[in-house]
Nanobody
Framework: QVQVVESGGGLVQPGGSLRLSCAASGFTFGDYDVAWFRQAPGKEREFVARIRWNGRTDYADSVKGRFTISRDGAKKTAYLQMNSLKPEDTAVYYC?????WGQGTQVTVSS
């Protein structure tokens, strides 16, 4: 059973940092892309970052230079390091791989 589970969200002040984790199970983690999306209240879900099976990465323009996606094959976990957070980064963040989605983790950026 393919499953991804996010963790690491929370409340952080503007300019702060958070690291999200996405734990995968039920498939050969290293063979597939992993992506992060987010959805803010009243808005559509949007792409944030992707790490491909070969390690190449893609980012939304809004997070380039601030967010870094990575993966640890041994731990079957992907990460999203988020620095210089802004209030507009507030959203539920979702991890996805092989069309399987997690339940999301809330990130709130507020003073």
């Amino acid at each position: 059973q393919v499953q991804v589970v996010e963790s690491g969200g929370g409340l952080v002040q503007p300019g702060g940092s958070l690291r999200l984790s996405c734990a995968a199970s039920g498939f050969t983690f290293g063979d597939y892309d992993v992506a992060w999306f987010r959805q803010a209240p009243g808005k559509e879900r949007e792409f944030v970052a992707r790490i491909r099976w070969n390690g190449r990465t893609d980012y939304a323009d809004s997070v380039k230079g601030r967010f870094t996606i990575s993966r640890d094959g041994a731990k079957k976990t992907a990460y999203l390091q988020m620095n210089s957070l802004k209030p507009e980064d507030t959203a539920v963040y979702y991890c996805t791989s092989i069309n399987s989605w997690g339940q999301g983790t809330q990130v709130t950026v507020s003073s």
